[in-house]
Structure formats: C-alpha cells, structure tokens
C-alpha cells in the first residue's frame, strides 16, 4: 500500500485513526462521511486503528484491525449510503489484487484482530 499512500498524502482523500479510549470517531471525505465503532476485543494489543483512502468518488481502501466503518451520506443531504461491492484483496507492486468478492449478505465492514485490507465501492440513494 506505500504507493497509494504516497500518492494519496495531502491530498485529503486519506484519513487515518487510531483507538484511544473505547468510543468511536467521524471522519470526512468530500461525498462521504465514515463512523469508526473500535471494536472491544480483551486483551487484545494494540487496540484498533487503521487507515481509508478514497481512491475515486464513490470507491475506497480500508485498512487496519479492531474496528467497523459504516458510510454515511453528508450531514443533511437526507440520503441513505449502501454497498455497491466489498471486495477482499491485497496489493503487489502497487497494483491492488482483488481477492474474493463478498455476497450481499456478507456486507460489513468489519475488522478483526488480524491486520485486514479492503476495497468497497459505495453509492447514495432515498
């Protein structure tokens, strides 16, 4: 992923975060917002974090452990935000590498105690 982290620095379409106590946090994209839950696994060190780029207007590459995003519709535009795909995958030569592609009912952006990578495309509706 260094590549599409270099390229994506200062740009704004990069948010990283990690877990300092067991709420939550926002973040903000252009189109989009993104809920961080951490995850509450005992024991477990270190605890959640990670990183989402926003790799077009409606795709991202999410990254980390101990944690779920959930999209969400900016602030007053009165839309609901749902998953046009969630692919597993990983990348080589900076180049991303689709793994298995997940079925509707397998929708979740969750990630375990285990270091994760996935890339989700997104759309808005009413």
Same mark, same amino acid.
């Given at each position: 992923?260094?590549?599409?982290?270099?390229?994506s620095?200062?740009?704004g379409?990069?948010?990283?975060f990690?877990?300092?106590?067991s709420?939550?946090?926002?973040?903000?994209?252009?189109?989009?917002?993104?809920?961080?839950?951490? &995850?509450?696994?005992?024991g477990?060190?270190?605890? =959640? $974090?990670?990183?989402?780029? !926003?790799?077009? *207007?409606?795709?991202?590459?999410?990254?980390?452990?101990?944690f779920?995003?959930?999209?969400l519709?900016?602030?007053?535009?009165?839309? &609901?935000?749902?998953?046009?795909?969630?692919?597993? =995958? $990983?990348?080589?030569?900076? !180049?991303?590498? *689709?793994?298995?592609r997940?079925?509707?009912?397998?929708?979740?952006?969750?990630?375990?105690?285990?270091?994760?990578?996935?890339?989700?495309?997104?759309?808005?509706?009413?």
């Amino acid at each position: 992923m260094s590549e599409l982290i270099l390229a994506s620095q200062g740009t704004g379409r990069m948010k990283g975060f990690t877990q300092y106590d067991s709420g939550g946090e926002n973040l903000y994209f252009e189109q989009y917002d993104v809920t961080i839950h951490y &995850l509450q696994n005992a024991g477990c060190t270190p605890k =959640g $974090g990670g990183i989402i780029i !926003q790799t077009a *207007p409606d795709e991202f590459i999410l990254a980390g452990m101990n944690f779920r995003a959930e999209f969400l519709a900016k602030k007053g535009e009165g839309k &609901l935000v749902d998953y046009l795909y969630i692919e597993e =995958g $990983g990348f080589q030569d900076g !180049q991303w590498l *689709p793994g298995r592609r997940l079925n509707g009912d397998e929708y979740n952006l969750r990630f375990g105690t285990g270091a994760y990578i996935l890339k989700c495309g997104v759309y808005k509706y009413q």
